[in-house]
């Protein structure tokens, strides 16, 4: 099944971006060609640019006490399992502590760093990082794979706490959404949602084989998904036919 997911509010947008750029950069941290880590960097940068926001970090200590008050409501509940409970408030604390300790926005202390600095300001030019723009990262680039993957998990570390804090917070939200099959009919599916609950997600499954691609909208009262056929040269037309989805809303 293929996942889309559909963010309700302009915050968890933010979080979707950060979440996606931290898990690109860890995986091609992974990888030991030098490509693959020039473009770790770039997605580096690109965290950069979107955690720069300065009130994005008072935003995620907000919702981590938000949702840690909302988790010590199932104290005692015999249908909880108390243990994981009890893990899962131990790791809010421990994201809190910690991102709260970090001083300054994030990634700041790389925007002072020499090589990367010059890296970064090259990268609107076509072309601008070559070995006579920058010999000190050509050099670098030939370093063993191993130094330069340790590099960039050093510079990295300076970005853990953010990721951290969002990898928990998108866990648990996702976990209060449980798929429901729902059928598409003649390729639009549409669902009143209700007034007195802030529906912050939408997760939408859908089978490859079918070819299909879902145009979402949706608002506090309302979700619509229109479905679109794939086609040979990666155009999408409407499609009138009925569909199996499954849908899951997250709170």
Known sequence: ?????????????????????FQRFLGLVERQDPMDHHFALVTMFEIIEVAARSDLKTEVLRELERQKNILEHWRNNPGIVQERLSKTLAQFEQR????????????QELQEHELLSAIRSRLDIPGGINCFDIPAYHYWQHLPPEHRQDDLSRWG??????????FLLLGVLRDTGAPQAVVARKGHFQQSLPANKSY?????????????VPEISGNRLMVSVRLYRFGPEGNTVATDTDANLELALCI
Do not use: C, V, W
Not at 1 to 21: A, D, G, K
Not at 157 to 166: E, G, M, N
Not at 200 to 212: A, C, E, F, N
């Open 1 to 21: 099944m293929i996942l889309y997911e559909y963010p309700f509010n302009e915050r968890l947008r933010t979080y979707l971006r950060l979440e996606q750029l």
């Open 96 to 107: 809190s502590q910690t991102l709260h300790l970090q001083t300054g926005k994030t990634g």
């Open 157 to 166: 570390q300076s970005l853990k706490p953010l990721a951290d804090a969002l």
């Open 200 to 212: 912050q997600l939408l997760r939408l499954y859908i089978d490859p084989r079918l070819g299909l």
